[in-house]
């Protein structure tokens, strides 16, 4: 099986209208963006590489393998096997680490607004009083403030445990994957510990069995997304607020002509936060004034931007492939970076404007970039540091282009609550109904896009998925930079029904919820766990996760964390497509992944390489669930009457019984 394209030959040219718009200007003559590098590069990526089977790990090396070659194995006698397994254990250890460094810095924020520290307030103490019950914290009588700084100590206890005892959100997953993980042995313990062991067993001379080494894998990665992940989700929402539907819109037109302009990349809503505050203190806003501007506009870019978008509607400018097009516009004052997926070219194409590129975490700093240290404990003064010198910037504002016609709305913030009571209604909120929809047939099943974009394939390939997927009525679900696509693409509106097929477009609209559900940034995956669990719970489609018509993908992905990110779905019983992995050079490995895990864990990785067969795949593999659980029998197609109209509730987003209405 091909697993990887090798060169650029997959690599195509751009297709979003405002991306191409920006780069035709004038003003963007001299930037050069990743296509442009891509195609200078003009040679084909090492096949070593791309097949995972170069190895690094110790100075006898590097050794380059070539499966079945006796003499071609590695000096210490690895095998490819052995070394494309360690190689992609090591990713997904990476990207597990990365997830658990942002984890962390939540979990500490959250400590200090527990003790009353910093501009935060706790503000859902519904989520906080259910997160205390998963973590044993006693509720009766107690201050929220108390309750939440137990809370706070125990997330923070997870991370370092060095006990054998299993993770605590694992108890939410279904009983039978709870069974599954305790026979494997791969209940994850303490989350450092699993990154920890997972780079020592796949230091040279350790672990050298493939199948072995993958179970490690699956606990990392599953100290990951019941882990890390699903604690800076579940603490983020209970100090910012769960997500509840809203409108907003995306894409590089959401720049602002007469404003100060200021982007937020990266992934740590604390910085972000913060900023959204900052943003509207009188003395900045006056600031502001003085300089000549109507106001501050902060626009999202990465998952960063996914955070506050489903948190507070602030719009989202760019996706990651889009970072250097929202800098091309000439239009920003300064663009605030964290940690994650920041390409250090942003320096280069902000030397040709008056844009400044900020740099904000010590763990992250770049040549070019101003540094202003975030202080947490100072988050509010340290915001303000930040937008003065943004402001300080908007008189040199030289030319600059705004594509102004495309800015897409898009409904946003379907937390797994929300989903819950979006469905159910305020005083029996359920799954029941969507469940009922999946066993009746008008939804087939449903899909998660999740993950990154890239140079790799062309930058309509999520759309491409999803109008496949929605044709078929599959609902689908999305997080990351995946969702900011699908956002540019029009299809994260209810609108967006006349994309899908009659039965689904009747339970969207009878509801008034978009096909495509935005679930939120990469670590908000762990919402997607909670859902499936929540599927599970609520019956009729089997009793594991690895039983729905459910299947995952992250097509474009480009960082280490999508890896950790599939690796936790598959070890949680839901499948995966992936457009390439770099294990191809190790054919015993390869099949393990795509076949053999199967036996393991009740899923295994998928490879498909373009858009239409991903999203074919995933029709089929949800049709052949439905098929297992014998709901596929040919049934009589019944339209909705007026009783069942009334038993979904005529609902529409804005009456979603959360905590309000659709905000403006
Ligand atoms: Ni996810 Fe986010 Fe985007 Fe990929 Fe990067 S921003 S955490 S890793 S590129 S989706
Ligand atoms: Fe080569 Fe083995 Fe060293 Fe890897 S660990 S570089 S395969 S000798």
Redesign the pocket.
Known sequence: MAIMRSGCEGCTEITCTSSKEVLAQDVAKNVRTAYDRVKARGVAACLFGSGGTCCRHCNMGPCQIIDGVESMIGVCGATADTVASRNFARIVAAGTA??TDHAREMVRGFIETAKGEGPHQIQDVGKLLSLAKVFDIATEGREVNDIALELGKKALAEFGNQEDTPLSMLKRAPAKRQAIWKKLGIEPRGVDREVVEMMHRTHMGVDQDYENIMLQASRCALADGWGSSMLSTELTDIMFGTPVPRRAIVDLGVLKPDQVNVTVH??EPLLAEALCIAASEPDILDLAKKAGAKGINLAG??????EILMRRGIPVAA???QQEMALATGAIEAMVVDV??VMQSVAEVAKNFHTDIITTNYRAKMPGAVHIQFDEHEALNSAKRILKHAIANYKKRGAFFIPEKTKLDVVVGFSHETINYMLGGRFRASYRPLNDNIINGRIRGVAAI?????FKLSDDAHEIIVRELLRNNILVLA????A?SLGRAGLVRPEAVEFCGESLAEVCETVGMPPVLHMG???DNSRILIAATEMVREGGLGDDICDLPAIGT?PL???E??VA?GQYFVASGAQVVFQSLPVSGAKKFNKYLVEGLMNQVGAHWNIAEDPMEIARLMIRKIEAKRDALGINKKTERVLFDMAMRRDLGTKTIGDVGCTGPVQP
């Not at 997080?479 to 995946?482: D, E, H, L, R, V």
């Open positions: 990365a997830h990266g992934h870019v990465c998952c960063t931007g996914n996706s990651f492939v994650q997926c999740v993950g990154c974009d890239n997080t990351g930079c995946a900011t940034s990469c670590v992250a992905w480009m960082s964390k999508a990110i």
